[in-house]
């Protein structure tokens, strides 16, 4: 099994930065694939980001494009998102995710972390 835990996510002024972190543990053999996922109170969970395993690919969500950015430390088996000029419309529940690849993060991650509260005041 694959383990995920998402930390960094709190209140926040709006305009303000954030960066989450995912720490990845357990079988992580054959885990290429990561992302964020979030979703806000009432609402689905939406895809906000994903990286291929040496971090050359990045896939973003139109809404987060230009103010987010994601990294990984594979040495570190750690993911971040980096958010700067937030807004109060990010305001969600984060959730780390893991797959095969960089695709099937982005559409049907295999792993998910139990996510993260970020909350955006305005």
């Known amino acids: 099994q694959v383990q995920l835990v998402e930390s960094g996510g709190r209140l926040v002024q709006a305009g303000g930065s954030l960066r989450l972190s995912c720490a990845v543990s357990?079988?992580?053999?054959?885990?290429?694939?990561m992302g964020w996922f979030r979703q806000a109170p009432g609402k689905e969970r939406e895809f906000v980001a994903a990286i291929g395993w040496s971090g050359g690919s990045t896939y973003f969500a139109e809404s987060v494009k230009g103010r987010f950015t994601i990294s990984r430390d594979n040495a570190k088996n750690t993911m971040y998102l980096q958010m700067n000029s937030l807004k109060p419309e990010d305001t969600a529940v984060y959730y780390c995710?893991?797959?095969?690849?960089?695709?099937?993060?982005?559409?049907?991650?295999?792993?998910w972390g139990q996510g993260t509260q970020v909350t955006v005041s305005s």
């Open positions: 995710a893991a797959g095969r690849s960089i695709v099937v993060v982005t559409t049907q991650p295999d792993y």
């Open positions: 357990g079988r992580t053999f054959g885990i290429s694939g």
